[in-house]
């Protein structure tokens, strides 16, 4: 902290930070239902981020798709199964672990989650567009920092 602020200065700027951050947070929720309901009319944000996490990681085990977004493996299996039924996911044997398989998108869960994903396509190179080039990479430096946890440098 300088000698030119106050704690309350340094309070009353982390608040306007947590409440930008709120609304970004239900932005991006907003913007992972309707994504979900594109993919599959009903399909709740939970298995959207679990089949977005199989379409990132692929070929994943379920075990580390668990670990990774720290879910319960009774509740991610019924997710996996409900992801399979819906031919958006596909089982694999895992060569390094026969009694583990690995799951990878199918290419028609591939095709509807890009159709989903089509509306924002360009909406953030749409909002930033008019922002100088060293902003956007500042921006990325300090969310960086703030995700690591470390000062930005």
């Known amino acids: 902290m300088t000698s030119e602020q106050t704690p309350g200065e340094r309070a009353e700027a982390v608040r306007s930070l947590e409440a930008?951050?709120?609304?970004l947070i239900s932005r991006i929720r907003k913007i992972i239902t309707e994504n979900a309901h594109r993919v599959s009319p009903g399909m709740l944000p939970g298995a959207y981020k679990?089949?977005?996490s199989i379409v990132r990681c692929e070929p994943v085990t379920q075990a580390a798709l668990?670990?990774?977004l720290a879910l319960d493996k009774g509740q991610l299996s019924r997710t996996v199964r409900?992801?399979?039924?819906?031919?958006l996911v596909t089982r694999t044997p895992d060569p390094a672990d026969?009694?583990?398989?690995?799951?990878?998108?199918?290419?028609?869960?591939l095709a509807r989650l890009a159709a989903a994903r089509a509306p924002q396509q360009g909406t953030l190179h749409a909002v930033l567009e008019d922002w100088d080039?060293?902003?956007?990479?500042?921006l990325t430096r300090l969310l960086r920092a703030l995700?690591?946890?470390t000062p930005p440098g």
């Open 20 to 23: 930008e951050f709120s609304e």
């Open 50 to 52: 679990v089949f977005t």
């Open 66 to 68: 668990a670990e990774q």
């Open 82 to 87: 409900e992801l399979e039924e819906l031919g």
């Open 98 to 109: 026969r009694r583990s398989s690995r799951l990878s998108a199918t290419p028609e869960g």
């Open 133 to 138: 080039l060293d902003d956007i990479r500042n």
């Open 147 to 149: 995700t690591n946890g």
